[in-house]
């Protein structure tokens, strides 16, 4: 039986409050529950296999041309796609990072290498990150935010990554999925017709909190990367469910403003118990933190059905990482009465 290496694992643990998965705590908006329950009177026909409703409303959300979508069965589903598309030979991933990453290349690729994030940086990508790109690379996976630290890359750092890359013919892949969360402009989707070799990677899942779903979405204007991707991808791999929850989503931006405002104050919250605990917590832009801690806090935490994120499957993490979402400020007070009480 393989093991699981993702949280939210509900099915085989007996859970009141699960802080493992980074879902938005505000819930599910209004507007796509009515939406996911319209698409019931659609199950006697096939979803539309060209995604056209939704092509065109995230186009016009995100301001983007509608060939420079595709749309998969969660981000997951992409990276399994460019993966099987283009067999790289050498990819360059950050660590600590979303294991489904090396998921995704690892059958193929005959060379993944990791540039290690110092704990002394934060888990943070520095200057020197440049002299890593190396000629011989196919593809960079970085993550802005970054999964399990929260950390934003820098603005201008970023800009130089990406020009060193497509000077060295390296094709970025972007994770974008927490973006939405972080204050300020950080996404790099303006940027997409300037750089050919950028290709970001977003979804609906965690910003509107409909993991049960599964959408998500790229962005490149290499329209030939694109279709190579789509053939790598299921037919009809988006369901009436998907199209119909992500068109209401793109009609959800004061949803997102509000979740971020709420979003801040509770990690505020928590930063502030941390410290009154003595527990180490690195910043976090968005809605989870890393924090560390010599106890075993998932086994602890577990018995009294609180379910953490153990981190320490994560390369360049060990034993006592443990990622922690940030959910409503009722379930937040009963995770710090907990920790108080071990």
Request: with cysteine.
């Amino acid at each position: 039986m393989s093991e699981i290496i993702h949280g939210g694992d509900v099915y085989r643990n007996k859970v009141n409050i699960d802080f493992s998965v980074s879902i938005n705590p505000c819930g599910v908006p209004a507007k796509v529950k009515t939406a996911l329950k319209d698409a019931i009177d659609s199950l006697e026909k096939y979803p539309d296999i060209r995604c056209e409703k939704l092509t065109k409303a995230a186009a016009k959300m995100l301001d983007v041309k509608e060939e420079q979508l595709v749309f998969g069965n969660g981000s997951s589903d992409l990276f399994m796609g460019i993966a099987n598309a283009f067999k790289p030979s050498k990819v360059l991933i950050a660590a600590p990072s979303f294991y489904g990453y090396e998921y995704a290349f690892l059958p193929n690729a005959e060379n993944i290498i990791y540039y290690f994030m110092k704990e002394e940086d934060d888990f943070g990508i520095t200057d020197d990150f440049l002299n890593a790109l190396t000629d011989d690379l196919d593809f960079v996976i970085l993550a802005n935010p970054n999964n399990p630290t929260g950390a934003l890359i820098d603005d201008l750092l970023l800009i130089r990554i990406l020009k060193t890359a497509k000077d060295k013919n390296i094709r970025v892949i972007l994770d974008e999925c927490f973006i939405e969360f972080t204050e300020g402009n950080h996404s790099l989707v303006k940027k997409i017709d300037e750089y050919p070799n950028l290709c970001i990677i977003r979804s609906f899942t965690k910003i509107f909190a409909i993991p049960g779903v599964r959408l998500g979405y790229l962005i490149s204007s290499d329209l030939s990367f694109n279709e190579k991707v789509k053939k790598h991808l299921a037919e009809w791999n988006i369901s009436a469910f998907g199209q119909a929850a992500g068109v209401a989503c793109t009609e959800c931006m004061d949803y997102v403003e509000t979740s971020k405002n709420v979003i801040k104050e509770e990690r505020d919250f928590l930063y502030d118990e941390f410290k009154r605990l003595d527990i180490k917590a690195y910043d976090s832009t968005c809605n989870f933190i890393l924090i560390k801690d010599t106890r075993k806090l998932d086994e602890e935490l577990l018995k009294r059905e609180i379910l953490l994120r153990n981190c320490s499957n994560f390369k360049g993490l060990d034993e006592g990482y443990y990622r922690i979402a940030v959910r409503t400020h009722e379930e937040n007070r009963e995770l710090v009465e907990a920790l108080k009480n071990l």
